[in-house]
């Protein structure tokens, strides 16, 4: 599948942004964070900004985009209208809690975080789970890749938050936290890539052209001598060689080399916390972007399959 | 509303012959004449008149080699939406711009609301749908929905342009959920069968597997025996010509 840098964008942002959300209203009233709003309140406006910008960078996807607001109508069937509606609905209560946290009412801004938390775990699950039911795709139809989202989400925002807990001087917790997240993160998403590897072709060229009955299926001539929107879209390739180091890349630069940062920020604490933890936030941000953009690029849907063997 | 009808009470659908399709993308052709003008036109063409060329085509035919050493043989195989019973193309789309009709099974996309996520693109297997891009929204086949109802063409051109145009006849309209239609008896006869049904999208349209070629034999020639020049006996050659009659 094509890497959309749209999309690769909108998933990355949204996800750490949803993800520091999530962390900062869950951590704050168990006292694990800084609990002034002065901590709490900037660490809120940078989430919330991180899932703007990536929301609108989602609309950057579409043909038309002016007209995104209907794409809230059909939750009733659609992952992706869903998760429209999830976004949209997380916004009221964390301004909410934004607000409680400057007027100080402790109350209302823990009842008003743990709304938006849900919200955040929501709209990520929605993203996960638009890739995740598409049934042509082999390496995205699997059910570690939706859990997948939330987890790299959890971890991303968990980063954000140990670097913001530690540049105001404390957040131990918040750092092992993070550090923990990305050892799971890992794990999961080497469990993605062996599935996915593993995964077998949803459907060869003999069964999509109803010729398996005569063996095996080549293309001979395609439709068009010039490239044609399908094979942009579902015919992307990415050299192998290329992808396997991409997934080192990602592997180290995106969970490895932030969990040991975030891990040696959690022992020394202080100064050097603040230097390292939201440098390690910043390496995992860019290391997950590598892993979003091979998400899309080791993507294979069944219509290349009519186009090459 | 992107939520599937329960079922439809027809079945509208193609059967394409791969035994007798010849490839020669007149159904293409008179697709994208028809359609470009249609309740779906435009059809978007990019460089129409240059080097790279592409555009929106509801009908793509590609040549396929199956088998293998003698037994192999060339299937021309046009490819179009299908209109499955389960399309997950509509139940993907956030607007409701994609739906299937409970009264005729067709699967059609309202070009006005849909906001060109391309996310049904992703979801059909088939690679039913074109997104074009001058105009920011997905297009498909509509199985000529506007022709096939339409009362002021002659009742004998009421089938989809593609249906029409084919010169070898390879592509047959009709109700497929009609145990009794003439396309579903072709389909019993001929052992039509649905493409990639693993994928569950339950596809209405069928396509008949090419018929098996006949086979000649090769056999040596009886020996004709010796030409009439080369029979010297007058009376010998008058004999072979009186037998030969």
Known sequence: MKPAASIVVFTT??????????WLALLRPAGLVPGS??????????????????????LLHLGRPERA??????????????????????????????LAMLAGREGLAVVFGLLAAGGAAATVWCTGMIYASLAPIREWHLPLVAPGYLVFGAFTGAALLAGGAALAGGGRAALLLAALLAAVALIVKRAIWAAADDAPAPATA???????????????????TETAYLMREMGFRVARAHAAKLRRIALWGGFVAPALMLGAAALAGGVAAALLAPLAAAVALGGMLVERWLFFAEATHTVAAYYRA | MTSLPERTERKLGLVIDLDTCVGCHACATACKSWNGSGVSGPLSD????????????????????AGEGEDSRTVHFPRSCLHCETPACVTVCPTGASYKRAEDGIVLVNHDICIGCQLCAWACPYGAREFDEPEGVMKKCTLCVDRIYNRSMPEA????????????????????GDPGSDVSRLVAERGGVALAPELGYAPVNRYLPPRDPKRFEATPPKDPGPLPSQIRNPLLRWV?????R
């Open chain 1, 37 to 58: 709003a002065w901590f709490g309140v900037p660490v809120l406006l940078l989430a919330l900004a991180l899932v703007t910008a990536g929301l609108l960078s989602s």
């Open chain 2, 46 to 65: 990019i460089n129409p008149h240059s080097a790279g060329a592409e555009g929106v085509w509801f009908n793509r035919i590609h040549s396929y080699e």
């Open chain 1, 206 to 224: 003999a069964s999509l052209t109803g010729l398996s009955r005569f063996g095996t299926v080549r293309p001979l001539d395609p439709p068009t």
């Open chain 1, 69 to 98: 607001w209907r794409a809230l109508s059909q939750w009733r069937s659609s992952w992706l209208s869903r998760e429209g509606v999830a976004a949209v609905a997380t916004f009221p209560p964390a301004i909410l809690f934004g």
């Open chain 2, 240 to 244: 072979d010509r009186i037998l030969s």
């Open chain 1, 13 to 22: 942002l949204s996800g750490a942004g949803y993800g520091l959300l999530f």
């Open chain 2, 157 to 176: 051109e009421r089938v989809p342009a593609c249906v029409s145009a084919c010169p070898t006849r390879a592509r047959h309209f009709g109700d497929l």
